[in-house]
């Protein structure tokens, strides 16, 4: 009698362009394995014995055969696997003025063709163990497939274009209408840093940076939140109108999301105008608590993480007026205790060690625009990241999941 088993075993987005599409799986797969059986010696050294040995390996052989090609009935089809479906795009908000807007400069060159200290090349040259990773070999700027961005790019008294400047998160997503691909500001260094810390090789946690900002506005009037009293902010309607466009129009930018999408942070950047009258900033601190309870409120979020980067133009060096002011206020909105509604959804991360001198230190002259320092906005961008992931960390199990968007109250 010769013994036989069989078994077997079985192993249980570029998200893109509108036109492209790049889908990853798990593939399954059957292993079968062969069949095996016993080893068996046969001591016997006459002529039957040997014809028995001979005539037992042709049975075996014939048999095992035979068994190879009865199916095993205890075998169940292996399933097909199922496509792990992508995480909700992650999206957040940077509003703010013309520091959010960002006029870094990206490329100048001084006289002799060289560029100045704190362009994106000079960065890259200078830095290259941290910044390297911008440039491509071929000479060409690294595109994020994992971070796309919608900036209105408009002017400072148009409220209507909600998206200028759409696409995947690369340098030029700054200045003002005719600046693009010139400028840059925060989202650059505040993409990245999200990016490598929320995703993986695979790149799959998509992620939206919804840029809504105007140079010259303040928080006192342009942005002014409903619960300041007085006259809304043109431009608080605005931010809050337009977020519902942009998000109306989800399918368009990430169709094979079915309209999954996170509302994951708000980026504020604002300041430099309240801080040049002395009624605004004395206000700085009661309408930016306001616009953060009215923001939660109108977009539905109530826990809404909300990173506050400071207006530190001044650097360390004492003012003593109304530009300290500012920052101490905005560093007041993130004090838990005397705002303990805000205890681990809102921070202020301080800016002022990211202050870059004027030429020749900087490809700029405008103190109001950090000096037109690219290497500074890197900094804002990357201090309000870190920021926001400790946020997130602590709220993971908190998040809201929208499937489409609440209606809107503005048109």
């Known amino acids: 009698m010769f013994f036989f088993r069989n078994g077997s075993d079985s192993d249980s987005s570029d998200p893109f362009l509108i036109e492209e599409r790049n889908d990853d799986s798990e593939n399954s797969h059957n292993s079968d394995f062969p069949y095996h059986h016993p080893h068996h010696r046969h001591k016997n050294h006459n002529n039957n014995g040997r014809y028995f040995v001979l005539f037992g390996i042709y049975s075996l052989l014939i048999v095992t055969i035979v068994v190879i090609r009865v199916p095993n009935k205890r075998n169940t089809p292996t399933k097909p696997s199922i496509p792990r479906e992508p995480p909700p795009v992650k999206v957040f908000l940077m509003v703010g003025q013309s520091n959010m807007q960002g006029h870094g400069y990206i490329d100048r060159v001084d006289d002799d063709g060289h560029y100045y200290n704190g362009t994106l090349p000079w960065m890259v040259q ?34 209507h274009n909600h998206v200028g400047q759409y696409g995947p998160l690369y340098p030029g997503y700054g200045g003002d209408p005719g600046d ?55 431009y608080y309607e605005a931010v809050i109108a337009n977020t519902y466009k942009i998000l109306a129009q989800f399918g368009l930018f990430f169709p094979e999301f079915d309209g999954r999408y996170e509302m994951a942070g708000l980026a504020w950047h604002q300041g430099w105008n309240d801080g040049c009258d002395v009624n605004m900033t004395a206000e700085y601190e009661y309408n930016l608590a306001n616009f953060i309870r009215d923001v939660r409120r109108d977009l539905n979020v109530p826990q809404l993480p909300v990173v506050i980067a400071v207006s530190g133009f001044q650097g360390y060096e004492p003012d003593h007026g109304r530009r300290d002011a500012i920052v101490e206020a905005q560093f007041a909105v993130a004090n838990a205790t005397k705002y303990p509604e805000f205890a681990g959804t809102v921070q202020s991360v301080d800016t002022r060690g990211f ?46 999941v929208h499937h489409g968007v609440v209606e809107t109250k503005l048109s």
């Open 126 to 159: 200078t830095y290259p163990e941290t910044y390297g990773k911008l440039r491509q070999p071929d000479g060409n700027w690294t595109i994020r497939k994992d971070v796309w961005v919608t900036y209105n790019r408009e002017h400072y008294l148009d409220v």
């Open 180 to 234: 693009q691909d010139q400028q840059m500001g925060p989202e650059l260094g505040f993409g990245w840093t999200l990016a490598e810390s929320l995703n993986g090789p695979k790149q799959e946690q998509q992620i939206l940076l919804l840029k809504l900002a105007w140079g010259g506005r303040s928080l006192a009037v342009n942005f002014r939140p409903p619960s300041s009293g007085g006259t809304t902010g043109l």
């Open 355 to 400: 202050k870059r001198d004027p030429l020749p230190s900087s490809p700029g002259t405008q103190g109001y625009h950090w000096n037109n320092n690219c290497e500074t906005y890197w900094l804002i961008g990357e201090a309000m990241a870190k920021s926001m992931l400790q946020m997130l960390s602590k709220k993971q199990n908190q998040d809201h």
